[in-house]
């Protein structure tokens, strides 16, 4: 019978093709950080019980890392329950462990006078990201937003963004996809400030 370790091994690869690139990765990371070293990882998957399954957790969720503890519970019990469809075990232990709890800390925004201040020193000091700044303080682009923001998608005229791609790095790798979420896509309107620090990075990069 197969394993833990290879059965969610195999049940990533097999998501691959449909998911994110940097969820897959995400994946990988836990299989090879907490699945993989365990005890529970090489037992055949038809003798797991659920006190195996906790003996597996409840190291992460004492460390305090209560949120790769959720998401290793999620990605070995929706690869149980893939067994399960495929009729290999008769049920998932997981299925008998409450879900683990997690509540993330709310990260408290900028005010006016630190996010003045914060585009200010990056400018004074010539800041090569200083675009990159003022897309993310005065639009609210994620990161991977502002990796993937292409000219085609800059209306400086009409002052709007549009918002269709994102560049993430995966295992070493620069991926551009899609936002995750139908609500990643979408348009931005832009003050006059943004217009005119765009237009100046565009003329950059003319020369």
Known sequence: MVTLTDWVRSWIDRRSIRLAASTISG?????RKYITPSLVGSMPIDQIAAEDLIVLLSPVIGAGYTRAAQLLQIIVGAALRDAVRQRIIPYSPMD??????????????LTADQAHKLLTTARDAADPLYTAWVLGVCCGLRRGE?????WVDVDIQGRIIHVRRQR????GRTV????????????????????????????????
């Open 27 to 31: 994946y990988r990371g836990h299989l």
């Open 96 to 109: 008998q462990i409450d879900k683990i709890q997690h509540h993330s800390q709310i990260t408290p925004w």
């Open 146 to 150: 502002i990796m993937g923001l292409m």
């Open 168 to 171: 993430v790095n995966v295992d």
């Open 176 to 207: 551009q996809s899609a936002p995750k979420t139908d609500a990643g896509i979408r348009d931005i309107a832009i003050t006059g400030t943004v217009a005119a620090t765009l237009k100046n990075a565009r003329q950059a990069d003319a020369r």
